[in-house]
């Protein structure tokens, strides 16, 4: 188990037991309200797998993110996830420096359905399964790279959610996130001759980035 892993369980034990100081009458009184739309927004860390491939490596990154959740039922959620694009430091494996040669930043929009375990407790889980689709913008080599041109593609791929909402009031509630992205672009990097790495590497790279990162969201909730 990693420790960003073992991070998540702990803060969901620490939810689920403060949930055992509530009444579970206010709950179930809240948890059957008629609300038919769900608005997240917070803080999300997006945290790169470390064997990610051997080219290069990716810095974890924090942003704002929200999401608008339609309820289609008393259990089933459609979900849109959207928020500012995540800038990630790009790092070189493949000479075995562990020096920044690139930045660049992306966005992944993500579709959920998802589906809410409804209790009598104050804390609601919930499971989703999403489509995302990443794309990289604001390529930008540095380092022992400057000079040459990096562009990576987008990727489209499965999305795994884990969450629970903690309900404060009718209305407002602490939320927690944790998704499982499937993310794997593709990079060129070309004009390599114009870079000090000209005696090193060939004119021109192509290679994956799987980057496949979990991310770990804190928000608070209005529901509508």
Do not use: C
Request: no cysteine; net charge positive; glycine share 8%.
């Amino acid at each position: 188990m990693s420790h960003a892993t073992g991070k998540v369980i702990g803060i969901l034990l620490i939810l689920l037991s403060l949930t055992g100081i509530t009444q579970a009458n206010e709950s179930k009184a809240i948890n059957e309200k008629n609300h038919q739309w769900i608005i997240r927004g917070g803080i999300t860390n997006v945290n790169p797998k470390t064997n990610n491939g051997n080219i290069v490596s990716l810095g974890d990154r924090k942003n704002l993110t929200t999401t608008i959740t339609y309820l289609y039922n008393e259990n089933i959620g459609i979900e849109l996830l959207a928020g500012l694009a995540f800038k990630h430091n790009i790092y070189d494996k493949a000479l075995g420096t562990g020096l920044k040669i690139a930045s660049a930043s992306h966005l992944p929009p993500t579709v959920t359905l998802q589906y809410y375990f409804r209790n009598n407790t104050n804390l609601t889980p919930y499971v989703g399964l999403g489509l995302n689709h990443t794309f990289f913008f604001k390529e930008k080599t540095t380092g022992p790279l400057a000079g040459a041109d990096l562009k990576i593609g987008s990727s489209t791929d499965f999305a795994f959610q884990l969450g629970a909402d903690w309900f404060i009031s009718d209305r407002l509630t602490l939320n927690l996130d944790v998704r499982k992205f499937k993310i794997k672009n593709k990079a060129t990097v070309t004009n390599i001759g114009n870079s000090s790495l000209s005696n090193i590497l060939p004119e021109e790279l192509v290679f994956d980035v799987p980057i496949d990162p979990i991310t770990l969201g804190i928000n608070l909730v209005w529901h509508f």
